[in-house]
């Protein structure tokens, strides 16, 4: 027991560095960012899981939507645009880059299905963004509307 303290200072170390902020990389070097929208994500299923949506139109004209969970731990969870709001719910539109460490950025360009998005179109979109649970555990911990749906 007179090492546990310790313990627990090192376990929370190797957690901190695991998930450190270099794991994110930017999509180029000279990008200014010209518009900028956010969505504030809502905790479901009693998760505690919150965070915000970002979406980003840069100079060369990339569409990015950057995902930033809170009060999650460092495991992987699935992220996905999804038509409809988040209370009709609805299929997947596009499949993000899964949150790992509680962040996840997508470049996009397209829906799944191959048809072209960019900034605009994803503004009027009848969407919704959730976040699952883990890859093998499809139940949704966080969700916001978007596009024509949010407030």
């Known amino acids: 027991m007179k090492n ?8 929370v170390m190797a957690l901190l560095s695991s998930c450190s902020g270099n794991d994110i990389e930017p999509t180029g070097v000279n990008e200014i960012i010209v518009d900028q929208i956010d969505y504030n994500l809502i905790a ?3 998760s505690g ?19 930033e969970l809170v009060n999650t731990n460092t495991d992987e969870h699935p992220a996905y645009v999804n038509f409809n709001s988040a209370v009709e719910g609805g299929p997947i539109a596009i499949t993000l880059e899964p ?22 179109k994803l503004l009027n979109l009848d969407g919704h963004v959730s976040i699952q649970n883990s890859p093998s555990n499809d139940e ?3 969700v916001v509307d978007i596009g024509i749906n949010a407030d």
Do not use: E
Request: aromatic letters at 8%; charged letters at 15%; a negative charge.
């Open 4 to 11: 546990a303290p310790f313990l627990l200072i090192l376990f």
């Open 44 to 46: 479901v299923n009693n």
């Open 49 to 67: 899981i919150t965070g915000k949506a970002t979406f980003t139109r840069d100079s060369n004209d990339n569409t990015t939507i950057l995902i």
């Open 99 to 120: 949150c790992t460490c509680a962040v996840s950025t997508t470049v996009v360009t397209q829906l799944d299905d191959g048809t072209p998005i960019d900034f605009d």
């Open 140 to 142: 949704i911990i966080a």
